[in-house]
């Protein structure tokens, strides 16, 4: 299932993307913490009333709230998935399309333990993105608002946010084993994680838009709910299973398919 020299390799070679957006996620963490007031976010809902942005702009005047409609509904969505997008095309596609692919298969490494190395990293990159990305926020809450993080509930954003990019980067990582080039990796493997983002968005633009939740993944990961702290562990469920099911896919569609090798 897994070469240790393989793993080693996906390591090193995708570190430091791993080590550049955790960074980006943990300054985000630390800028938005450093600058929340309740004064400061009763200004802008007053500020954007009657304008699509108050749509966006909503809460309770608390900072796990505050952070649930910024953070959690924009950074946290983007940054981590431009990783996966980068990375999972990365692990197959890139290297059939590139020719590397032949000389990792001439070895006695199997296609099962390139895929099942690949899918680890992926997993366990994640894992670590946002367990540092949670250290770094409740450390600079500390630090910079004593008291007034919601730890719990931030945690289980946190959860959510890690179990919404693993159902991201299974779509990545499926597209990947499943084409040979990435030009069709990324237009699969980007395109309908982006796709998602947009509806997404056009939802939190207009109620009347509220059909299209339905049409995308991020309806799933509903940080109102967590922040509510009920109703969200249906979506959790399924974003766990959308991310077993589609890296199973992925793993067993390279394994009988053919390359150009």
Known sequence: MISIPYFRQVVKSNVKFLGAFTLVLCIFLIVMTNVFTPEAVSDLQTATQGTVASHILTGNGTLISFMSNSFYALMAIVFPMVYSIMVGNRMIAEKIDKGNMAGFLSTPVARLQITGSSAIYFILSLAVMWGISSI????????????????????MLNLGAFLYHLAISSVCFCASC???????????????????????????????????????????YDTQKIVEGSGYEDGFIAMLVIAVCLYVTGIVWFGKKDLPL
């Open 178 to 220: 499943i084409f040979n080039t990435s030009k069709n990796s990324l237009a699969f493997g980007a395109g309908i994680p982006l796709l998602f983002f947009v509806v997404s968005l056009f939802i939190k633009l207009s109620d009347s838009l509220d059909f299209l939740k339905y049409f995308t993944l991020n309806t799933l």
């Open 136 to 155: 770094a926020g409740i450390l600079a809450a500390d630090a910079f608002q004593p008291d007034a993080l919601d730890i719990d509930t931030f945690l």
